[in-house]
């Protein structure tokens, strides 16, 4: 079976391994161009990075309707294209091979269709997500289902570990989808539309951390937004993210102003400090306990670190 391989990011590398390490023949990698990036000049995808390293043929089309690329791509005769973290097909990139166009998505289909399902998964305090893979039709992520596999979130997880165990759970189900394919016993499920939720794009307004929410929701919120791109609210007039908290904020006593910790409750958004260990935000029915941060212009470091080299105005 002839595979045309599209992906970008990290999450999309243990796919390509996998299906190179069980012996499926991936006649070409599709995969973004390459970005300036800086001083090291130009940035190039984790999968191209990757796939250069196997000696796979690479595209990097700027737009995937250009007909010298969708002649290049039909040359290569593929009988299953397999998307992972690519962007949008239109239909004459996706209905091109005779079995058609699979993805990998990060939920459990119809839940959290769109950009960001990982992070909106935790940022909503769901205990529980999965990878889908389909097959791509006309609207985003609504295609018939193919295989699922649930993934518990612990807690505490981040969007970033998460990823991570889910790249590797979902290499595994495109495995499972492309030697079901390969066998022809593949049978194709129809979506609940009616069940759908949505994932939308998340931009830098969108992480900005409303205290006024209660501490679990914030606490959500900043685990669904670590390490990238990052909860953030200000401190003296800067940028500070928060990528790490706890709801376990002990029962220290701190003397501010005319309130105390066990015995007042300040504004939400209230920073709280003993100097040292802990700084303590307030939000609508608690406190979060932050355990690792970045200032603006600094680098990540724990809240000990931070406390180190700077005091909290309470």
């Known amino acids: 079976m002839r595979i045309i391989f599209m992906g970008t990011p990290e999450f999309a590398v243990p796919s390509l391994e996998i299906l190179l390490e069980n012996g499926y023949e991936i006649v070409a990698v599709v995969t973004a161009p390459d970005k300036p990036g800086g001083r090291q000049g130009l940035q190039q995808s984790a999968v191209k990075q990757f796939a250069a390293a196997k000696g796979l043929k690479i595209l990097q089309p700027e737009k995937l309707k250009n007909p010298a690329f969708l002649e290049e791509l039909h040359a290569f005769k593929a009988d299953l294209q397999i998307v992972v973290a690519f962007r949008m097909l239109p239909e004459a ?33 769901e205990t529980e997500t999965g ?62 539309d009616i069940e759908a939720t949505h994932a939308p794009k998340i931009f830098a307004e969108t992480c900005r951390i409303n205290f006024d929410l209660s501490s679990i929701q914030v606490h959500n919120f900043v685990r669904g937004l670590s390490p990238f791109p990052g909860a953030w609210t200000t401190l003296e007039g800067k940028t500070l993210k928060v990528l790490r908290t706890t709801l376990d904020v002990g029962r220290w006593t701190l003397d501010i102003g005319h309130w105390t910790l066990d015995t007042g409750h300040p504004t939400p958004g209230t920073f709280v400090s003993d100097g040292k260990n802990y700084l303590i935000i307030s939000s609508l029915d608690g406190f979060v306990s932050v355990l690792e941060l970045q200032m603006e212009g600094k680098r990540r470091m724990s809240v000990k670190d931070f406390l180190n080299g700077h005091k909290i105005n309470g």
Do not use: C
Request: proline fraction near 8%.
């Open 131 to 192: 990878v889908t893979t389909f097959l791509l039709k006309h609207e985003i992520d609504t295609g018939d289902l193919l295989f699922q596999e649930k993934v518990p979130i612990g807690p505490d997880e981040t969007a970033g570990e998460l990823h991570d165990r889910m790249m590797q759970i979902g290499a595994k189900l495109i495995l499972k989808s492309v030697q079901t394919i390969e066998r022809g016993d593949i049978k194709p499920m129809p979506q609940a």
């Open 93 to 125: 990139v996706w209905a091109m091979p005779p079995l058609g166009t699979m993805n990998l998505h990060g939920s459990l289909l119809p839940k959290y269709r769109g950009a960001a399902p990982i992070n909106w998964a935790i940022i909503n305090g």
